[in-house]
């Protein structure tokens, strides 16, 4: 039986082990370091605090989430099989390291998200026509 997520630990194993995938994959590999060229020294512990405030309530992460991923939009069109793809990555890592009531909070959180924001950037992304 695999044990929950409950620390901070445990969603640093979680986050690391997310992005190192998430980096072989070959089409959000490639928007994360050539086309984002993120700096995953200052994402990874954004990244910690993010998922700390979801899942535990913890102060530490300050910002507008959506906004990176609204300039992102604009260099490389996202779409919604991005979420998606992005999603399925965060589920099976997931599910490889974690089960219980946490693990099974942390897949349908970042589904709400994904969701939303691919919903919200499609509508965008969509043109007007008048
Ligand atoms: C197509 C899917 C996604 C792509 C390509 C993507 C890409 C990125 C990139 C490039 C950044 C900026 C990193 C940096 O330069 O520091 C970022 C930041 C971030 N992403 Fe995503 N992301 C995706 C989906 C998601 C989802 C679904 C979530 C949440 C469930 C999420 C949460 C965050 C957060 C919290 C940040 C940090 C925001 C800040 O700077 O305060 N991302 N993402």
Redo the contacts with the bound molecule.
């Keep these: 039986m695999k044990k929950d997520l409950e620390n901070r630990q445990d969603i640093e194993q979680l986050v690391n082990s997310f992005y190192a995938k998430i980096r072989q994959n070959e089409t ?1 590999g490639n ?2 370091d050539n086309i ?1 060229q ?2 995953w020294e ?2 990874l512990p ?2 910690y605090n ?1 998922w700390e405030m979801i899942l535990f309530g913890q102060e530490g992460y300050e ?1 507008f ?1 959506l906004r ?2 609204l300039m ?1 939009n604009s260099l490389h069109q ?1 779409t919604p099989q ?2 998606n793809e ?1 999603l399925i990555i965060f589920n099976n890592t997931v599910d490889e390291n974690f089960e219980g009531d946490k693990a099974t909070e942390v897949k349908s959180r ?1 589904k709400n ?2 969701l939303s ?1 691919a919903y919200k950037i499609n509508f965008m992304n969509q043109e007007v026509v008048v």
């Design positions: 959000l928007i994360f984002a993120v700096n200052n994402h954004k990244m993010f910002g989430p990176p991923h992102l996202l991005h979420f992005w970042a998200i994904a924001w």
